[in-house]
């Protein structure tokens, strides 16, 4: 499952990169890379390391995690 946000990952920020501009996609790799490698290397759920993150962000990178999780939705 880890395999499977890693991607969505990946395509989200593929998507950024091609429809929005470079501080945008800058702002939302500097959140996700982290969440990305915490999942990858971490023994907590995927929704605990999420919501952790969450937790500590600033509201840019809440908007950015809120986006986020309505791609997953959609996808």
């Known amino acids: 499952m880890s395999a ?4 969505l ?7 950024i ?3 929005e ?7 939302a790799e500097s959140v996700l890379k982290p969440v990305k ?7 907590k759920s995927q ?6 993150v ?3 962000s600033s509201p840019e990178q809440k908007a950015i ?4 999780l309505l791609y997953i939705k959609e996808a």
């Open 4 to 7: 499977y946000l890693n991607n």
């Open 9 to 15: 990952i990946e395509l989200y920020l593929n998507d």
């Open 17 to 19: 990169a091609d429809y």
């Open 21 to 27: 501009d470079d501080n945008s996609l800058l702002l």
């Open 37 to 43: 490698n915490l999942i990858t290397e971490g023994k």
């Open 47 to 52: 929704e605990e390391i999420l919501f952790e």
């Open 54 to 56: 969450y937790k500590k």
């Open 65 to 68: 995690l809120e986006d986020f």
